[in-house]
Structure formats: structure tokens, C-alpha cells
């Protein structure tokens, strides 16, 4: 079965939403930290206080490479991709403190007790143009761990699905 893959365009968009995001979003941590410069930034005599640097922080694999290093050509900002694993490690991380993200994208049932412990900043949500275009249910989903829907919004949504075969099942259960 033949399945599309998002286009560039969407994917660029989507990569762009999740940038604006996270510059209206304050970084996370309690207290603000400098992103240290690129190894590139001296070489090219580019001052490291007027570079646009994105530091994110996903699970591994949601975003393509490619889709970094071309939203990074588009809009002139350097983004810092870092990956995990597990809803465990983000946590340890986070909890840890002064991490320098701006931008982490934790589980909801995770986030309900990193918000707790005050790792986020709150949105401000009058930057957020196109907040009101969220969907309602999805947002009282996650209204479920960040109350108000302060700290978080949300970045996808999925399901698990499970296929069985009945006749099997009949055969092992009586």
C-alpha cells in the first residue's frame, strides 16, 4: 500500500509552527541561559549574541534532518536538535534543571508532573496568533495535565490501534 508523505512545504510548515512556538514561548528552566555560539560563528565573524539559535529537545525520529537543515536555510536560524527516547530520560533531564531548551516536547501524562515541579515557563498566549484555530477537544485533552493549557500545546496527537484475528482468537480462548 501506497501511502503520501507530507510535502516539503508541510513539513516546513510544520517545523516553522513549532519555531514560532517556541519563540513566544520564554525558554524552559527558571532561569534564562545563553546559548553558547557555534563553532561556526567565529570563523565567519558573526557576533554569537546576533545569531537566532533554537534549542529543541524531541523524541527521536519526529522530524527529518533534512527538514531541520532546510528550515535553517529558510529562516536564518540555527537549531540545536537534540533527541530522546524514552518519557523517563526527558524527565530526569528536565527535572534536573537549566537544561537551555526552548522548546521540549514531553508526553502529557509527563508533563503534568514537570510542570509541578516548575521546569516551564508559562505561554503567552497573546503572542500566539493562531492559538484560537487549536482544536477544543484536543485542547481540554491536554487541559487534563496542564490546566488552562498554560504551559503546553499540542504538537501532534495519535492513537494506538489494534488489528486481531478473530478465528485465532477463538482458537487460544474458549
Request: net charge neutral.
Amino acid at each position: 500500500m501506497y501511502t503520501r508523505s507530507p510535502s516539503f512545504a508541510t513539513l516546513l510548515a510544520r517545523l516553522a509552527c513549532l519555531t514560532a512556538a517556541a519563540l513566544l514561548l520564554t525558554a524552559c528552566g527558571k532561569e534564562a541561559e545563553v546559548t553558547p555560539p557555534p563553532a561556526t560563528a567565529a570563523r565567519t565573524g558573526v557576533a554569537a549574541d546576533t545569531e537566532k539559535v533554537l534549542n529543541v529537545y524531541n523524541w527521536s525520529d519526529y522530524i527529518d534532518p533534512d527538514t531541520v537543515k532546510n528550515f535553517e536555510a529558510r529562516y536564518g536560524i540555527k537549531v540545536n536538535y537534540d533527541v530522546f527516547d524514552s518519557n523517563e530520560v526527558v524527565e530526569t533531564k528536565l527535572l534536573a534543571g537549566n537544561t537551555g531548551y526552548d522548546l521540549v516536547m514531553p508526553s502529557a501524562q509527563f508533563m503534568e508532573r514537570q510542570i509541578k515541579a516548575g521546569v516551564f515557563r508559562k505561554l503567552d498566549k497573546a503572542a500566539l496568533k493562531n492559538l484560537g484555530n487549536m482544536d477544543p477537544a484536543i485542547m481540554q485533552r491536554v487541559a487534563q495535565h496542564d490546566p488552562n493549557n498554560d504551559y503546553a500545546i499540542p504538537y501532534m496527537w495519535g492513537t494506538d490501534g489494534i488489528g486481531y484475528n478473530v478465528n485465532k482468537l477463538k482458537q487460544i480462548m474458549p
